[in-house]
Nanobody, 121 residues
Framework: VQLQACGGGLVQAGGSLRLSCEAS?????MGWFRQAPGKEREFVAA????????YYAESVKGRFTISRDTAKNTIYLQMNSLTLEDTAQYYC??????????????????WGHGTQVTVSS
């Protein structure tokens, strides 16, 4: 399984970015996590294998939207109203199996290389 994330960059507070992640392998649930310097990697958003169900961390609800294009084996993370606290390395990931808690880091077996998101004031 390979995951390739892209779309990070530098953006001003209040701006938007869209991350994408193409993944090979079976259609298990997928998610986005992020890690800021000196902090633990934390859950951001996840989507079920079909794309019909989404999960969000409280800190991003109403601002971020996760979506999935099963035909392209790609997930997206639309990030709006970005704040300084959103600055982090963002990682896409694929779950180990079906029917697992997609909000937990331990549920994921495959990780892509991170893409940096930096929000400036």
């Amino acid at each position: 399984v390979q995951l390739q994330a892209c779309g990070g960059g530098l953006v001003q507070a209040g701006g938007s970015l869209r991350l994408s992640c193409e993944a090979s392998g079976k259609d298990y649930g997928m998610g986005w996590f992020r890690q800021a310097p000196g902090k633990e990697r934390e859950f951001v958003a996840a989507t079920s294998w079909s794309g019909s169900t989404a999960y969000y961390a409280e800190s991003v609800k109403g601002r971020f939207t996760i979506s999935r294009d099963t035909a392209k084996n790609t997930i997206y993370l639309q990030m709006n109203s970005l704040t300084l606290e959103d600055t982090a390395q963002y990682y896409c990931s694929k779950a180990k199996v079906y029917g697992i808690d997609l909000t937990q880091k331990a549920s994921y077996a495959y990780w892509g290389h991170g893409t940096q998101v930096t929000v400036s004031s």
